[in-house]
């Protein structure tokens, strides 16, 4: 990633990555701002190298899921897939797309929703940009 002077991402690019979340997270970095660095008293752009790691966290036991359209259903286990999600109860296996299911909880309709991705970012200290033909093609993993 570099910083422009003015503390926005002046170019962002991904050199790995799980092609299902490359879009999502580069657009939420383009949204990110930070102080400008300073060199010898001036803004200045600056090179900065991002990783992130994603958590699929655990489905609690029993599960409660809570569909786009309001039902809540009480799952004995939940499995996700990339193209579905998986759900028994008692014996029986059911399939739900991803996009109907807006949260998977420990609870039933009492609950608040909140929460969405998890993620950790790991902070690396802001250095002065190193100007040369291929600077620009550091890593975001």
């Excluded at 790995?16 to 997270?25: K, N, R, Y």
């Excluded at 359209?69 to 998986?86: L, Y």
């Excluded at 059911?94 to 969405?116: F, M, Q, W």
């Excluded at 950790?120 to 250095?127: G, S, T, V």
Aim: proline residues 7%.
């Amino acid at each position: 990633m570099i910083i422009a002077g003015d503390g926005s991402v002046a170019d962002l690019q991904a050199v790995s990555g799980d092609p299902l979340l490359l879009d999502s997270t580069i657009s939420a970095v383009r949204q990110w701002r930070f102080q400008p660095v300073l060199l010898n008293g001036s803004p200045t752009e600056a090179e900065v190298p991002l990783s992130f790691t994603f958590r699929i966290q655990v489905a609690p036991s029993p599960a409660y899921l809570h569909l786009t359209n309001g039902s809540v259903i009480r799952a004995d286990e939940v499995r996700e897939f990339t193209d579905r999600m998986e759900y028994t109860v008692g014996r029986h296996t059911h399939h739900v797309s991803p996009g109907s299911v807006t949260a998977i909880l420990a609870c039933g309709r009492d609950c608040v929703l909140s929460g969405g991705p998890s993620f950790d970012i790991h902070a690396i200290p802001l250095l002065p940009a190193v100007k040369s033909s291929h600077s620009r093609n550091r890593d975001l993993h």
